[in-house]
């Protein structure tokens, strides 16, 4: 029996899409995959499948260099 899939919906700024959508094709997928990735990863760490902090894996926020 095939799985029955239901769509999910999120609004961005029509330049965030676009962006997306330009860096899955880069990597060799669509949004809608990279998507269905993002959740399943979610779902397999009972959260974000990467560190969200300001100062996380891709250094720390620009603000946090001001004194």
Do not use: W, Y
């Not at 919906?9 to 809608?32: D, H, N």
């Amino acid at each position: 029996m095939a799985e029955h899939m239901t769509p999910v919906v999120a609004k961005v700024l029509p330049e965030e899409k676009a962006a997306f959508a330009a860096a899955t094709q880069l990597v060799g997928t669509t949004p809608s995959n990279a998507i269905r990735m993002f959740i399943a990863a979610f779902n397999r760490c009972g959260t974000f499948p990467f560190d969200i902090s300001p100062s996380g894996a891709f250094g720390a926020a620009p603000d946090s260099h001001q004194q």
